[in-house]
């Protein structure tokens, strides 16, 4: 992949990409999968309607995406591996 101020072009494809904050706060700090979750349950409803709203064909989660799993009907046995990632593709 290019650097973008080698190809200015590549931000056309961050036109079409959403970040979402689960603790909807900025990242000053490290976070602990303790906080995630509970900054999760606190903003769900946020969160999914954001999901929604955005309508995405990919969610990459990180280290947060196991807080999404019951709500987006995802199981942990559907998690394919590829090198260091886990995805899971469904069809809603």
Do not use: W
């Amino acid at each position: 992949m290019d650097y973008i101020i080698e190809n200015p072009d590549m931000l056309e494809a961050f036109k079409s990409v959403a970040y979402i904050n689960v603790k909807k706060l900025p990242g000053l700090t490290k976070s602990n999968h303790y906080n995630i979750s509970i900054a999760y349950n606190k903003y769900k409803n946020i969160l999914l309607k954001q999901i929604k709203y955005y309508n995405p064909d990919i969610i990459i989660g990180g280290s947060t995406l196991h807080n999404f799993f019951p709500d987006l009907n995802i199981k942990k046995c559907e998690l394919v591996r590829f090198d260091n990632f886990k995805y899971a593709i469904k069809f809603i």
